[in-house]
Structures are given as C-alpha cells and as structure tokens.
C-alpha cells in the first residue's frame, strides 16, 4: 500500500499551497477533495449549462510572495478589482488605486490620509499574517521574538502613528469613518471589508479595522485562474490530487506515547495512511467531525465548540444573457457594493440577529466572467453577489420558498441599480449559508472558517493548542482558514502550516 | 413561591433525612453544604469522633452531587473525562477518581459507581454538571442526569457497622468486599448499599430514594441501638478522614475551576494521586500534560507530617530549619489525632524540600495570648492510620 508522508484533506486554496510547498520539498502528498472540482469556496459550480460560478468570486489579496515562490503562473491581475459604491441614481463612489472619486474634494483628501495610514499599517502588520504566532507564555526564546518584533515594527510607526494604531485597532468601522468623512455612500463603501463575512456590523466593535487592514495589497487574481495555477504547481511539483474523494473521518490509533491521527478513512471506506494529516477543513469539522471528540481533551473540544462560524452571507449567482448596465457605471468591473448608508448595512445585520433577513439586503456584486471568459458562454456573463446578512439559522427554517424570497429581494435590489438586468436573467441559483455548509463542507457555511474577531485570530486562532498548525492531536495538523492569519483567499494559512510542518 | 416566606428561596434546603437528624442536634451547629443545611456537630466533635472510631456514626451526603450517566457511550465519555480506566471497574464496584483539566488541573476527586455495563453513578462534593455536560457533548449515546436531589444517602461508619446492617436484616452484607456495591429489596424499593466511606475505617453508604429515606433512617437507627449508632458531623469527618490520609477540597486543594490566581491549582502527582492516572489509557482528558508533569516531577508534593509536640498545626507555615530560613510550604489540615497518639497534618511542600529538614511554625494561643512554637517534622508514608478492619471481608462484629 502506498504510504504518504502527508495526506491534506481538502484542495481548496490553502491545501493546495500546503501541498504546492510539501510537495517541492520533496515530501509525498496526496490532496483528497470532496467535491469533483478542487478549490474549495473558489472551486467553479456550474448552475446551468455553460455558467460556471463559486463562491469567491474575487481573489484581491492573495499573498505575492508565495506566488513568486511557488511560480504561480498565468493570470495575476494588474490591479486589484475597484470598489463601487452603487448610487441608484448613478452618483457613484469609485475606490480605485488609491484614490476616491465621487466625492467632494475634502472627503478625497482624507480618503488619502487615511489610505496612506491604512497602508502603513498594513506593511507594518503584513510580515506577521505571514509567519507562526507563537503561543503567549512559551519558554523559548522562539516564542517570544515575533512579539518583540511586532512591538518593535510598530514602535517604528513613530509615536504618533503607533498611538494612533493603539486607538484604532479594535474601533468599530463606523467609528473610524465618522471621524474622517462626510459623503454617506463613501462611509459604507470603505466599511465594508471591515465586515464581510464576519458577525459584525459598522457599530461592532472588534476585529473590523484589523480586517480592513488584512484586506489590503498583496496581489489580485481571478478566483478560477488561481485555482488552476495552484493545482497546476502542486500537481507539478508531484502532489497527487484526488478529487470526489471524501474523507469521513481522521484515523486515531493508539501510539507508544499515547494516540495519534495516522491516517484517513474515505467514503467507501478505504483507509489512507500517512505521517502527517493535514486538514484545511475548519476547525469544527476537521475536529468533531473528522476526528471525533473521544480523542480530544474535553477543554479543548468545548473551546472549538464555542468557535463563532455561523456564516452570514448567502450567495446568489446568475446566468445572464448580457452584460449588465448598472445606471451610471462604464462596466460592471470591479466590486460593487449596493450599501448606500452604513445603517443600511447595520439594519440588515441586526434583522439577521434574530433570525431574520433585511426587506433590502446589502450586496457585494462582481461579475467574474470579465476576468475568466470560460466561466459563461461567449457574450453572456455570470454575475455573483454576496448577500448580507443571512443567517444560518433563518427563522422559521430554510425553504425553497425562503431561498426564493430572499433571491427576489437581492435581485430587486439588483434591478434598482441596474434596470433590465432581470429580463436577461437566464438562470439563477441562491445558496443559503446551510447550501454553502452542505456543498463545501465547512460549518456554517462561514467563508473564513470562523470570525475574523480579536478573540479569534493570531495565537487564538482557532485556539490555544492549536493555533501553530499543529494539534494536540500528534499527527494532524491545520492549514485552512481557521488557522492564523485567517481566510480570503491569501494562500497565507497553508504556507504558514507547511512551513511549520517542513521545521 | 411561598407566598408567607418572601426568603423562601434564599433558605437552605432541608435534607430528607433532616427531621430525625434536627432532634439529635443539641447545639444547632448548622452550617451548609451546596445549599442544604448540614451539621457542624450535633453534640460534641470529638464524642462524634470517638463514637465512629469506636461504634459507629452515621453522615448525611444527601447535599454530595450524584449524577447517573447511562447510554451506550457512557464509559467511553467516562473514560475520557477521568484518569482512570472505567472499563475496568467491574459491575456493582465503585473506583475512586479524579478528573482534570486539559492541563492535569484536579477539578473534583469522586466516586463512580458502576451500576450495569452502560450506567454508571459519579458521586462528588461540588457541582459538576457544566463539566459533566462538556465531557459528554459529541457522544451519541449519553444522558447525564443529576439525582442529587431525588437520591438519599446515609454514610454508616465505625467498627460495628457491618453488625447493624446484619441486625437490620441485609443478609450477606458481610460477603460484601470493599468498593462493592449490594441491592437490597427494603420499603418496596430497593436500598443500595456499597462498601465505601471516607472515615478509614469499616464502614458502608446507604442510597435510596428520597423518599424512602426516613423509612431507612428509622430501621437503621432501631437496628444500631444496641451498638452505639450516632449521627456525626463536618468536624468529626474532618478529624477521621485526615486520620485516614484523605484530602479534603478547599482545605488540602483548590478545585482548579474555583482558584482565584489560576496557578493555585494541583495535579494528580501534587496530592499524592498520581496512581489514580492510568497511563495505559492511550487518551484521557488531560494526559499528555500529565504525562509531562510525572515526566518533570511535581513542583509541590501534599506530605503526611508527624509534628512533634501536641499542638496542632493548623494554618502553619512550614520552614526548611528552625530559624526559618526558607518556607517551604504550608499546612492545609492538622490535629492530635487521638487513634495514632501523634499530632499529624497534611503540608503542601515544594518537592525540592522533602528530603531536606521540615519545621513547622505553631502559634497557639493560651487566654488569648499567641505563643509560637517551631516544631521539628518527619515524613510519614502511607496513611497515619488503616485498621485491618477497614478492609476484612467479613467484618468482624466487635
């Protein structure tokens, strides 16, 4: 029977950097994937004939040094994709290199004021998502250097900057942007990466600024082409990849020294072994799911138990016939937000609270098949919208009658901004955030795998114990999401874990 | 609601066995245990000692916690909250345990009983439910239910409390070896009876339903005339248990959940437990940082002292010398014990010290005047006192 050093459950982006990296150090790897398509959330779907679609439908910030170093080939973007504003009457708010159009002239300024801060934030906090946080309180001296260095790295702010930086890293959104602008529609547009995905809304108070500034730079790619170039590194680099292979559970077996993960037992029941098991599943599945908590202490299990990953974003995706005409916009490229106040964001996260989903969601929409043509057939286009706030448990239980009022809405809104849109609609498919659990595998269905949230993240990322990628489990390890630095499509989780593993 | 008492909810619960046990407490010496009111004493501390030491005594743990786990996963959910193997505890025994955090933190020591191949009874001084329902989350098949309240018990303890038994009509109760548990049919239900106790001795505890508990009481009692049967106190078990070398929570250990500074907690190797953990097991909850404590040794050791001189070390700091050049730890329970003829105590010692010099720092206090004394300690190993008694199968009836 053939032996691998590392079995990584799951080809979604993260695995298959984990698998790009064991695998060009010569390491045996096989990447076994559920779904027939890898990519995880960025893995394409097609919903109806000839329309192909996932549920990341951008890839803004994927990491470039790992691109440079795993030779990514084929489709970095030029820039990342402009953030919209949407205005029904077409008075846009456009993000776009740097710079904020649509605005009044001392809103512009600030936008560079705070834009030029923001992203030296960012580059003061960018070497960090990228490496190990080690745990608090560890004897090495190892463990305290990363530390030392993040308050030196931000002691290098200036006094000023690093104060300004203490004030604002876990201010709620909304805060931060009433400080610094006037124009409504701006204010929700430059929120919204604080937010998306996570349970939180413009007046939460938590990891919102952090995520802005996780969100920034690096490199933007299309989903599909990203994808593609990482399984085609893998591959290369000689990781095997099997595809509509689902793992049903973690093989425990009991060790000298106690028990360890020594393998994995697939859906027909064919048993895998391997050194290491490396899972990029979230941390609730790949633990009580997976592995089971017999074999876990009971602390820790009740610790990613507690995990906030009840997914709050629902995805609509539609086949159109036509590119479609938002009212005053050129093309309909980039991100485009249809939040025009941060209330309105507000409003519909606080329906979603209690189980409900706003008369007027708020929706982040792209159209994919600008970037990857192959997506729908030539003319017609795919248009994805995130759906904001929809809860995973929807009051009164998901139904195909709830999946089609919540579409409706979310296309209303739709047709508001971009008149007629509806009539070229030649096929559409709504996943709730119980489709997007069932179809991809991870806990409710959340996009980051948990909170992106001050009491998740870094060295708590999914928790103590686990957050250097390696388990209490001896043999398993993470590489997804769950993991530090958290999710988006940065590549940053499962280089960081193949780093650790290769140690 | 108790519409005449507005404080009826903040008023101690009454034990079933409580109205027979109020005519026998003279002094009104009440303290309280998880809410229910309990006795301090009823007569006299050291006539209650003497009476278990002697006859026999009977202890109300109706207030201890009792939970029945039962369903097919229920010695798997055990056997990871605890570091014992339960699959080894035979049907009708009773093992005593520990259960610790995932850093080998003692959160409650306790009794499992186990009942049938898939119903066990955990029995401990504190609440555990909130652990009890973390342990079993992710278990298909396991109910955890809480009898504290519905389940009576009667410690019955002391030299002739196997002949009461007898005398109460328990055929083969003498047969009964220690940590065995025996049915009984008795009122129209059926009385439990296991060989278990915390006083050191010869001795059983009596479970039954609530409310059959007086109807138990009652036959016990007119069974025990004859052999000097008495209720006893806290103050009387507190004497006999650390006679015995049994540790008691909050006095001899912190339970790790309920320390103020998270680092005054202990491991199993700490309090003298660390063969209640069975490596073996190749998972339990807290074992790979047990595995690394017995690998390191622990920093503290709980000591049996034997002080010299007749004053009791209670709340004493302990020294390396007699000048007091460094304390070495401190003195969680003390007494002259009057089985032993000693003044002995319990000391949480910093491992280090144990084989170097030990004195203790005594103050006692004479018509309110403080008067210090340091006295020279050696180490005992062992309990101070174990009668043969306690574990002869059968007992005789003295």
């Known amino acids: 029977m053939q032996r691998y050093d590392a079995i990584i459950i799951g080809a979604g982006h993260n695995g298959l950097v984990c698998a790009a990296r064991l695998a060009r150090a010569g390491r045996r790897v096989l990447v076994l994937e559920a779904a027939d398509q890898p990519g995880g959330l960025a893995a394409r779907h097609e919903f109806h004939p000839g329309f192909r679609a996932c549920p990341a439908h951008t890839a803004a910030h994927f990491s470039a040094r790992i691109a440079t170093d795993l030779g990514l080939s084929g489709g970095a973007l030029p820039t990342a994709p402009r953030l919209v504003g949407l205005a029904s009457d077409g008075a846009h708010v456009v993000v776009e290199n740097g710079a ?60 000023e900057r690093l104060h300004e930086f203490l004030r604002i890293a876990a201010l709620p959104a909304r805060d931060l942007l009433d400080e610094r602008f006037e124009h409504p529609l701006l204010k929700a547009t430059l929120g919204w ?32 082409k990203l994808i593609d170039a990482l399984v085609a590194t893998a591959t290369s680099a000689g990781a095997e990849l099997r595809t509509g292979t689902r793992v049903t559970r973690v093989l425990v077996e009991g060790a000298a020294d106690g028990i360890a993960a020594t393998g994995v037992e697939l859906a027909d029941g064919e048993q895998l072994r391997a050194d290491s098991v490396v899972s990029s599943a979230d941390p609730q599945t790949t633990f009580l799911r997976l592995v089971g908590v017999r074999h876990l202490d009971v602390g820790f299990t009740n610790r990613i138990r507690r995990l906030r990953a009840g997914g ?5 995706h539609l086949a159109l016939a036509e590119a479609p005409r938002f009212t005053g916009l050129d093309s309909p490229a980039g991100r485009l937000l249809t939040a025009p106040t941060m209330d309105a964001i507000e409003f519909a996260f606080d329906d979603a609270k209690y189980g409900g989903v706003a008369a007027q969601p708020v929706l982040e929409v792209a159209v994919p098949s600008l970037d990857d043509a192959s997506l729908a057939p030539a003319g017609q286009h795919v248009l994805s919208a995130h759906v904001m706030y929809v809860p995973h448990a929807l009051e ?3 139904t195909d009658a709830a999946r089609d009022a919540i579409a409706e809405r979310a296309i209303d809104v739709l047709e508001r901004h971009a008149p007629g849109l509806r009539r070229s609609i030649v096929a559409r498919e709504f996943l709730a955030p119980p489709d997007i659990e069932a179809r991809h595998g991870v806990a409710g269905g959340h996009w980051h795998h948990g909170d992106f949230a001050m009491d998740q993240l870094l060295m708590m990322r999914p928790t103590y114990d686990a957050a250097q990628y390696r388990t209490p489990l001896p043999g398993l390890w993470l590489c997804g999401a769950g993991c530090h630095p958290a999710g988006d499509l940065t590549g940053l989780a499962g280089d960081n874990a193949a780093r650790e593993l290769l140690r | 609601m108790n519409a005449t008492d507005p404080y009826a909810g903040e008023r101690l619960l009454l034990s079933p066995f409580h109205p027979r046990q109020q005519a026998y407490n003279l002094r009104d010496a009440w303290g309280a245990w ?67 955090t995932d850093e080998g933190r003692v959160i409650d020591d306790g009794t499992i009983f186990r009942l049938a191949e898939d119903r066990f009874m955990l029995n401990c001084g504190s609440p555990c439910t909130a652990w009890l329902r973390q342990s079993a989350y992710g278990f298909a098949d396991v109910e955890v239910r809480d009898v504290s309240d519905s389940l009576a018990g009667l410690s019955l303890q002391g030299p002739t409390s196997c002949a009461v038994l007898k005398r109460m009509g328990l055929t083969g109760i003498e047969q009964a070896k220690p940590f065995e548990i025996r049915h009984f049919p008795f009122a129209g239900t059926t009385l439990r009876v296991s060989r278990t106790g915390f006083t050191g001795d010869l001795g059983y505890e009596l479970w039954i339903a609530r409310e059959q508990a007086l109807e138990l009481w009652d036959a016990l ?39 103020v500074r998270f680092e005054h907690d202990q491991t199993p190797f700490e309090l003298g437990l660390g063969w209640l953990v069975d490596f073996d097991m190749p998972h339990f909850s807290g074992r790979a940082a047990l595995l690394e404590e017995r690998r390191r040794g622990p920093a503290w050791t709980l000591a049996r002292l034997d002080i010299e001189g007749n004053w009791p070390a209670d709340g004493s700091i302990v020294y390396d010398s007699e000048a007091c050049r460094k304390d070495i730890g401190y003195v969680t329970s003390a007494m002259w014990s009057p089985a032993v003829k000693a003044n002995i105590a319990l000391a949480m010692l910093r491992s280090e010290h144990l084989r170097g010099p030990i004195w203790v720092e005594i103050y006692k206090s004479k018509d309110l005047r403080p008067y210090r004394r340091m006295a020279r300690a050696s180490l005992r190993k062992g309990p101070f006192w174990a009668p043969p008694r306690a574990r002869q199968t059968p007992p005789s009836d003295h």
């Open chain 1, 312 to 316: 709050l974003v629902a995805k609509l």
């Open chain 2, 34 to 100: 998880n809410g229910y009111k309990f006795a301090d004493h009823y007569y006299d501390a050291e006539y209650e000692y003497f009476c278990i030491r002697n006859q026999c005594g009977t202890y109300d743990i109706c207030p201890m916690q009792k939970y029945e786990i039962r369903g097919r996963d229920a010695a798997a959910m055990l056997n990871r909250m605890v570091t014992r193997d339960v699959s080894r505890i035979g049907i009708d025994r009773v093992a005593y345990t520990v259960w610790c």
């Open chain 1, 396 to 398: 009164g239980g998901w």
């Open chain 1, 100 to 159: 904020v159009t649509g605005v009044g002239a001392e809103d512009a300024d600030a936008f560079r004021e705070l834009d030029a801060l923001l992203d030296r934030f960012a580059a003061t906090l960018e070497p960090f998502w990228g490496r190990t946080i080690p745990r608090i309180g560890g004897p090495r001296l190892a463990d305290k250097l990363p530390f030392a260095q993040l308050g030196f790295a931000l002691r290098r702010l200036g006094r």
């Open chain 1, 193 to 224: 990466d604080g937010l998306v995905g996570s349970r939180m809304a413009p007046r939460s108070p938590n990891g919102a600024v952090l995520a802005m500034l996780y969100r920034r730079g690096r490199q933007a790619w299309a989903p599909s």
């Open chain 2, 221 to 259: 009692y007119a069974a025990g005339a004859d052999y000097g049967i008495q209720p006893y106190g806290e103050a009387a078990t507190n004497m006999a248990r650390l006679e015995a070398g049994f540790i008691m929570p909050f006095m001899d250990f912190t339970e790790a959940f309920k320390t």
